[in-house]
């Protein structure tokens, strides 16, 4: 049972994640069915620690925890099939700087999943798997950040240029130099050293 704080004046958290998943989780006759006995619901409450990377509605995350759950509860393992279709879906490196990064919250769910013990029949070729996969959607993602970058900061350039004014150069007391707020090198002494992007 909740109570109210003993302080006037202080509120309560917002509830935690696990928290709100075995809340939501609670109310299901199948899940309660399943959670009978001490053993049982120490594994729902450890299946409730899933983080949510995703960052998706609470029920949502709930849903998933909830499969997940049965899967454990009743096989002893999570599903590979079911394992192998959520990472099949997020081992595309396509997709905008959102799409990717949805990718990697996704992946990161199933590298958390691949690194419980007992939850996979085959938990090393899971965890090489879901980290080589995040690995490349990281380095997708550092590749699509960087391109935005120089995309606009070479944009900027040409405005200027077109525009037939002079651009706006600084550099810093460490000889970083900057035109128009872009970092475009380093000049030590006489000799400047483009960046390379």
Not at 33 to 62: F, M, S, T
Not at 66 to 74: E, F, G, P, T, V
Not at 77 to 90: C, L, T
Not at 171 to 187: D, F, K, Q, R, Y
Request: net charge negative.
């Amino acid at each position: 049972t909740e109570t109210n704080a003993p302080v006037e004046g202080l509120t309560r958290a917002l509830p935690a994640v696990d928290a709100q998943a075995l809340e939501h989780l609670s109310k299901d006759g199948d899940i309660r069915a399943l959670a009978a006995g001490k053993e049982r619901v120490a594994l729902l409450w450890e299946a409730c620690a899933l983080p949510d990377y995703r960052k998706i509605a609470p029920a949502q995350h709930a849903d998933l925890i909830a499969s997940i759950y049965m899967d454990l509860a009743r096989h002893g393992h999570v599903d590979e099939n079911y394992m192998a279709e959520q990472v099949r879906r997020a081992d595309t490196t396509e997709g905008d700087i959102d799409t990717l990064s949805h990718r990697i919250a996704q992946i990161r769910t199933w590298t958390f999943v691949s690194n419980r013990p007992g939850w996979l029949a085959d938990q090393l070729h899971w965890q090489e798997k879901t980290r080589e996969i995040e690995d490349r959607l990281s380095d997708a993602l550092h590749e699509r950040l960087t391109k935005r970058f120089v995309d606009r900061r070479t944009s900027v350039l040409m405005r200027r240029l077109r525009e037939n004014t002079m651009p706006e150069a600084e550099i810093s007391p460490t000889g970083t130099v900057l035109v128009e707020g872009h970092h475009v090198g380093e000049l030590q002494g006489f000799r400047f050293t483009a960046d390379q992007s």
